[in-house]
């Protein structure tokens, strides 16, 4: 027994030295002949009584499997050679594996996170910016400004000057991205009522105002001393209602009888209408003028020749001709339209936007996707007033008709309709025989109706002829409202939102003996406006006219 302990001895120093020796199992066999199995079972009984750790049981597969090529690895730590951050490597099964790149999340919303290869780091870098440096970034495309997904606060990242602590400004723009526009503040007067007519008018009445890049050119008809005719005019003036130049008569070379001289500015040259019976009935001239109000070629084209009267002519600049809508009398009155070329021509035929009905007063504006929205008062003329509705309908680029709805303006209709566009909306106001007065927004698209909101209730205050004017994202609206002496009127005007939100209270203008009536309302550079109206404070009417300033709220 003590030879066989010594022998087992032996063969297992020499297993353990064959690493260092060359010598295997197999020669062990061969020179000393096979173990038997006593000797086998001796090991055995030996390893499974053995505590050591896990470096023997390598140890031992090395032993079984000396001709296996060596593990890459045993631990993470031997695969530092080759892994990185961003391609990290681990031991598997004596391989050191490459591993997912890390995710970087910060867990913040606002950032876009990724593991640089370049650096070896993460880069957690901004979703939003700040553009114009005023310390507040932009939001995400398609996100409102503020919002708890949107990064940003900023409504304008082009503008310096709008941030969410920028002071509120009157600009036609949300300079503090609180989605309210100029909020508190209002129109207001400045500087004094100028009369507008000619001194030496008898009577005088406004047709229209347009705003030009010297200032405005007044449409108005009136009975001159020493002249039988009332007839249609046109004058400059600038900004500060300053009269330039004379006067053009737009009938001095045929005298007679007009009325409705209303002018479109198209850059270099204005486009004139009106109407005159130089031929008996009333009919609708057009006329070129140089900057000068001087009449240019081809002269007085006349555009109507009908049977009854033609009346009340719009006239607006496309962009490339003039389009001219006007009402004609066939039985009824109709709604006509043509396109009147730049240098004068005709482009088209007379189109009837609407007959076999009673229609009248029109009014045009073009839309910035293309095409064009009239809107006119529809229904009865028999009797003392107009029993009427407003209808509005758009017409495509090739001015075909398409169809439109009858708006909800309460009571019967006997005055306007104005309208304008103002921030993607068009808003249309009329007044009705109770002496309500209301707006009315739309869709330009679908003209269905977007809010409407009430100027006057026809009990506390009755009010008539509402003009309006869309300047940036507000809508200013100017009428005659008897609310503060019900024996007279007096022009009023309020700001609204497009929302048709009011930006502050109503301000009255005018304050002179008799009424004043009719306003009309222009632009003025970015922010201010004109307005014009009726004035009979000399027992007959004439044309007064007045600068309106947008005035900022307090600063906080």
């Known amino acids: 027994m003590k030879a066989l302990s010594a022998f087992v001895a032996t063969a297992i120093l020499l297993v353990g030295c064959g690493a260092r020796t060359g010598l295997r199992i197999e020669d062990l066999e061969e020179d000393a002949g096979p173990l038997d199995a006593g000797l086998d079972a001796a090991l055995d009984a030996g390893d499974a009584g053995d505590a050591s750790d896990a470096s023997d049981a390598a140890d031992a597969a090395d032993v079984v499997d000396a001709d296996a090529a060596p593990p890459e690895c045993v631990i993470n730590g031997n695969c530092a050679f080759k892994s990185k951050f961003c391609s990290p490597f681990t031991c598997v099964r004596g391989v050191c594996t490459l591993q997912p790149t890390p995710t970087c999340d910060d867990r913040d919303l606002c950032t876009d996170d990724r593991c640089d290869p370049v650096a070896d780091a993460c880069k957690n870098t901004p979703r939003t910016f700040d553009l114009d440096g005023d310390g507040f970034k932009g939001p995400l495309p398609g996100k409102q400004p503020g919002a708890a997904d949107a990064c940003g606060n900023d409504c304008d990242d082009r503008n310096a000057a709008v941030s969410p602590q920028a002071r509120e400004i009157c600009n036609g723009i949300d300079d503090n991205c609180d989605t309210r526009v100029d909020e508190d503040a209002r129109y207001q007067v400045i500087g004094s009522e100028e009369r507008l007519s000619p001194t030496n008018a008898s009577i005088a009445t406004v047709s229209g105002l347009t705003t030009t890049s010297a200032g405005f050119v007044l449409g108005y008809s009136a009975a001159l001393s020493g002249s039988s005719r009332f007839s249609p005019y046109a004058a400059r003036f600038s900004g500060v209602l300053a009269r330039v130049g004379t006067d053009l008569d737009l009938t001095a070379l045929s005298p007679s009888d007009g009325d409705g001289a209303r002018a479109a500015w198209a850059g270099d040259r204005y486009g004139l209408v009106w109407t005159d019976r130089r031929s008996g009935n009333y009919e609708v001239y057009f006329a070129l003028a140089n900057a000068s109000l001087q009449k240019l070629a081809p002269g007085d084209v006349r555009l109507t020749n009908s049977r009854g009267f033609s009346l009340n002519p719009s006239v607006l600049w496309t962009g490339r001709d003039f389009l001219v809508v006007w009402q004609e009398e066939l039985g009824g009155y109709e709604i006509h339209v043509r396109r009147i070329s730049a240098d004068g021509g005709t482009v088209g035929p007379d189109v009837t936007v609407r007959s076999g009905f009673d229609s009248r007063n029109v009014s045009v504006v073009a839309l910035p996707a293309g095409g064009y929205v009239l809107a006119w008062l529809e229904g009865s003329s028999i009797g003392p007033t107009i029993t009427a509705r407003v209808n509005v309908m758009r017409l495509d680029e090739g001015l075909v008709p398409l169809t439109g709805p009858v708006l909800p303006i309460a009571g019967t209709v006997n005055g ?110 970015s922010t201010d406006a004109v307005l014009v109206w009726n004035d009979g404070r000399n027992g007959r009417s004439q044309v007064y006219g007045r600068a309106l300033q947008c005035s900022a709220p307090s600063a906080p």
């Open 416 to 525: 306007g309709p104005a309208l304008t566009l103002v921030d993607g909306k068009l808003a249309v106001a009329a007044h009705a025989s109770n002496g309500t007065s209301s707006i009315v927004t739309l869709d330009p698209a679908t003209l269905s109706v977007v809010a409407t909101k009430p100027l006057t209730d026809g009990v506390q205050s009755f009010g008539r002829d509402v003009a309006l004017l869309g300047v940036g994202q507000r809508i200013v609206a100017a009428w005659a409202d008897d609310r503060d002496d019900q024996r007279t009127f007096e022009i009023y005007v309020q700001t609204f939102d497009a929302n048709l939100t009011p930006a502050a209270s109503a301000a009255r203008v005018t304050s002179a003996n008799g009424d004043s009536v009719s306003p009309v309302l222009a632009p003025y550079g």
